[in-house]
Nanobody, 124 residues
Framework: QVQLVESGGGLVQAGGSLRLSCAASGRTLSGYDMGWFRQAPGKEREFVAAITWYFSNTYYTDSVKGRFTISRDNAKNTVYLQMNSLKPEDTAVYYC?????????????????WGQGTQVTVSS
């Protein structure tokens, strides 16, 4: 069983940057595809980005393309989300998630393991 813990959230002004980290424990992330999701107040949880185990292929929702970068350091058992040019509409709780390959990276129901989330607030 893999446990995920997010960190790096906080309050930042519009145009600023944050780097979120997702550290895994319990077992390695070997074989897991990883995703970041976010949930704003009153809204459903939405896909942000994903990175595969094999070849580290990456996927992004359109609203963050060119601004966010997902990466993984398998030696450190950690996944990152670098967020640049942040906007107020990026404000949400950000969740890290892991799945064994399903081929569907955009659907939250494809992920088996979730972290507790970290709050990101972008002020205008």
């Amino acid at each position: 069983q893999v446990q995920l813990v997010e960190s790096g959230g906080g309050l930042v002004q519009a145009g600023g940057s944050l780097r979120l980290s997702c550290a895994a424990s319990g077992r390695t992330l070997s074989g897991y595809d990883m995703g970041w999701f976010r949930q704003a107040p009153g809204k459903e949880r939405e896909f942000v980005a994903a990175i595969t185990w094999y070849f580290s292929n990456t996927y992004y929702t359109d609203s963050v393309k060119g601004r966010f970068t997902i990466s993984r350091d398998n030696a450190k058992n950690t996944v990152y989300l670098q967020m640049n040019s942040l906007k107020p509409e990026d404000t949400a709780v950000y969740y890290c998630a892991a799945q064994v390959y399903s081929g569907d990276y955009y659907n939250s129901r494809s992920y088996n393991h979730w972290g507790q989330g970290t709050q990101v607030t972008v002020s205008s």
